[in-house]
């Protein structure tokens, strides 16, 4: 599993508080998507908030957002931003797997940041067989290959599961 890296003591723990607080507030706006991916029929529901996309920033908080990660993600000064988003998956008892998907068809770079604590691993395809999982622990950071497949489970133990998905493309 090369190609996947994972850092737990990457971001500081005042910069994690601050994401979480961020998140977290009640008046955060979270959008509600009937889908979770476009492409599939085995899907579930999801909030989620789009900082930057499409060469547009969506956010009033797109600037607290870079600030507290540009220093620890190298890819902010050497790559195009394609996208940053959050997403929200509440609990749920179903426990069919999503199906799999590639956040770009070629190269890039994709970086998952765990809000918070939750279950509900990350499974990132290296292999069709055996998928590594990651599970959410807040302030983990997994950097991947954009084109690898993968997918999140939803929690079933933790009331929700929030993370923050960057993609940089070459």
């Known amino acids: 599993m090369n190609n996947i890296k994972i850092f737990d003591e ?12 961020l998140l977290s507030n009640e008046f955060f706006p979270w959008y509600y998507n009937p889908q979770t991916i476009l492409t599939t029929l ?6 989620t908030h789009t900082f930057y996309k499409e060469n547009k920033i969506y956010s009033d908080n797109f600037d607290i957002l870079v600030d507290c990660f540009q220093p620890y993600i190298p890819e902010f000064k050497s ?6 988003k959050a997403n929200l998956n509440i609990a749920h008892s179903d426990k069919k797997i999503l199906e ?19 279950d509900g691993p990350t499974r990132l395809y290296e292999s069709k067989w055996f998928p590594k999982k990651v599970y959410p622990k807040q302030g983990r950071l997994i950097k991947f290959p954009s084109n690898m497949f993968h997918t999140g489970d939803i929690p079933r133990k933790y009331d929700r599961r929030m993370v923050i998905n960057f993609v940089f493309e070459e």
């Open 79 to 84: 790559y195009k931003i394609n996208k940053i």
């Open 42 to 47: 085995r899907n579930r529901s999801q909030f």
């Open 10 to 21: 990457l971001i500081p723990e005042n910069e994690q508080i601050i994401i979480k607080a």
């Open 100 to 118: 799999p998907h590639q956040d770009l068809p070629t190269s890039g770079v994709t970086y998952l940041y765990y809000v918070n604590d939750s």
